[in-house]
């Protein structure tokens, strides 16, 4: 079965603590990606990788962190730094160059108190 | 002029009726125009997408229009069921140089039985 593993799908931390949330694909796709999305809003860009052991930020990169040592891996770490973390994570993935398609798994929802 | 402008934020549509939902871009880079489906607590889904080359592209009940000298797309849902009440984005991106999308902030559509 192909796709896009994100686990858990409820995440609940204490204020203070960092929290690692997975991202796994067998699509053999290049690229990955993290978006947060906050209740009623879009989707926000918080990195990206489009190579194994490379990445970028995104537009709201603070307070997070990835790594990126496996083509079908890339975990998000939300560190204590990130001032408001509460949200729906989604991880996504797309191939390298055209149609440019990003496949989105189903999402974490963190919440911490 | 990397943003992507969408309109309404939402719209509720009686059962067999017309929904339009409408995107505005400034940068004439963009060269994909990508509209995805987001059902409550999953991830969203590619529902259809568009290139420059061509003014209009139907899948089924759905069709996008796209009008290059406005920087305007719109996506047209005919005959319109409650099935798809979803929040509906539009993006665009830039293939040639990276393949981030630029998304809108979304629209919240609810079809009326």
């Known amino acids: 079965d192909g796709g896009i593993t994100q686990s858990p799908k409820y995440l609940f931390r204490k204020e203070g603590q960092n929290v690692t949330l997975s991202c796994e694909q067998n699509l053999n796709h290049d690229a990955m990606y993290w978006y947060r999305q906050d209740p009623g809003q879009g989707l926000r860009l918080i990195y990206y990788s489009q190579i194994v052991n490379d990445f970028q930020k995104g537009d709201i990169a603070e307070g997070y962190s990835v790594s990126r040592e496996k083509k079908e891996s890339f975990p998000l770490t939300v560190t204590s730094a990130q001032k408001n973390p509460t949200a729906f994570y989604l991880c996504?993935?797309?191939?390298?160059?055209?149609?440019?398609?990003?496949?989105f798994g189903p999402g974490t929802r963190l919440t911490v108190t | 002029q990397q943003q992507v402008k969408q309109s309404p934020q939402s719209l509720i549509v009686q059962k067999g009726g017309i929904s339009i939902i409408n995107c505005a871009y400034e940068?004439?880079?963009?060269?994909?125009f990508p509209w995805y489906q987001q059902f409550p607590g999953k991830g969203p889904a590619l529902l259809i997408a568009i290139r420059p080359d061509v003014s209009e592209k139907k899948e089924g009940r759905f069709t996008i229009s796209f009008n290059k000298s406005a920087k305007q797309f719109s996506l047209h849902i005919m005959d319109s069921q409650p099935g798809d009440s979803a929040t509906y984005f539009c993006?665009?991106?830039?293939?040639?140089?990276?393949?981030?999308?630029?998304w809108g902030a979304g629209t919240k559509l609810i079809i009326k039985p």
């Open positions: 940068n004439t880079a963009f060269d994909y």
């Open positions: 993006a665009a991106s830039i293939g040639h140089s990276n393949y981030q999308l630029i």
């Open positions: 996504a993935t797309s191939v390298k160059g055209p149609p440019y398609e990003q496949y």
